[in-house]
């Protein structure tokens, strides 16, 4: 009886996978049921029952797991050889559960409707909407730097503990939900992750576990990248599982945070976007304009680099192609790539807005 209940189980995950497919062509209906609908609900009880740990819940589920398949793979390496069938039927019957947990708690995100969409914004913009939005960041950037520090030569150091900062985040989403109402963020569930070291080396600063929607943050990452990722993690947990849409937005929330150290990371976080865009079109223009960009900011950029770059290792490729595989798998075309995205909404929210 157990044997037919785990193949059955087992043999669901086709029709599980039938079925996304089958919904990832309908992104109205999942906007409306499910991320404004089921999820909601679900995302609440979650951050409502786990938000007040000071851990998070979900890395002790991880580590659990891994544990578990490490000692499961042990036990059981004689048996792959005498018994593959009923092996197999058993790690499909596991996967089978853990997608279907997956898509449940939040995965179907994915196939929700398009963010510029949602926000009545045009997905594509000229080189000249690019070039005039880039112009107004790099001068608010330098505005609020000059407020911060009177060299604007010297980079920002904020001056608040990374817990202190991950407290403060939600602050932006506070505010920003007085134009966008569905960014309302309660209760928050947002954490330093158990994992940073491995984290860092993977080459990531936070990620969201679908499975108890707690937000991590990389505790190793830089204190001037803290309001943005924190503000990125919170995107996640509210619905919007692509990666350039929870960029737009966790970098509106620094923006429209009250303290001036979200703004400017958020400021100088969008600017860094458009820098990388302008490079990729024209080297020489990138030149023209990154000389106007105060030396304390491309300091503080330089700090995020380095600190990167000291932890790269011969299997974060791996992971980052795993990852960007992962992307593309989940409507997201062009996988990590798809990070660039955010450059077409900035362009086109801030085209006419002052900052």
């Known amino acids: 009886m157990l044997k037919n209940k785990k193949t059955i189980i087992a043999l669901s995950l086709i029709p599980q996978y039938l079925l996304i497919k089958l919904l990832s062509h309908f992104p109205e209906f999942v906007e409306r049921f499910y991320s404004n609908g089921f999820y909601q609900f679900t995302s609440k009880l979650f951050r409502y029952a786990l938000g007040w740990l ?39 019957a596991a996967a089978s559960i853990i997608y279907f947990a997956f898509h449940l708690f939040w995965g179907l995100n994915y196939y929700r409707l398009p963010l510029h969409e949602n926000l009545n914004l045009n997905a594509d913009y000229t080189t000249e909407q690019l070039i005039a939005v880039t112009e107004k ?6 505005q609020i730097h000059a407020e911060i520090q009177e060299n604007d030569t010297l980079r920002v150091e904020i001056p608040y503990g990374k817990g202190e900062i991950i407290e403060l985040a939600p602050i932006g989403y506070e505010n920003l939900k007085t134009t966008f109402p569905h960014l309302e963020y309660h209760p928050k569930s947002i954490k330093k992750s158990l994992f940073s070291y491995p984290l860092t080396y993977m080459g990531f600063s936070g990620y969201l576990n679908p499975l108890t929607n707690e937000a991590q943050v990389d505790g190793l ?15 996640h947990q509210l619905g919007y599982a692509a990666e350039n849409e929870a960029n737009f937005i966790g970098c509106l929330a620094a923006i429209n945070h009250d303290d001036i150290y979200f703004k400017y990371s958020g400021y100088t976080f969008a600017l860094r976007f458009c820098l990388n865009e302008i490079y990729n079109r024209d080297e020489c223009l990138f030149e023209d304009m990154v000389a106007d960009v105060n030396t304390g900011i491309l300091k503080n950029y330089e700090e995020v680099r380095l600190f990167w770059e000291a932890h790269q290792n011969p299997i974060e490729p791996f992971f980052k192609i795993f990852y960007g595989n992962f992307l593309k798998a989940n409507k997201q075309s062009k996988g990590m790539e798809s990070y660039s995205y955010v450059v077409a909404l900035l362009a086109n929210y801030f085209d006419e807005k002052s900052l």
Request: positive net charge; charged residues 25%; proline residues 5%.
């Open 54 to 92: 000071p851990f998070s819940f979900g890395d002790f589920v991880y580590a659990f797991a891994i544990i578990y398949i490490i000692r499961w793979i042990y036990v059981n390496r004689k048996r792959l050889r005498k018994d593959t069938k009923n092996w197999i039927r058993d790690v499909a």
């Open 137 to 142: 960041l790099i001068e608010k950037s330098n």
């Open 221 to 235: 990452i830089p204190s001037f990248k803290f309001p943005t990722t924190s503000s990125h993690e919170i995107a």
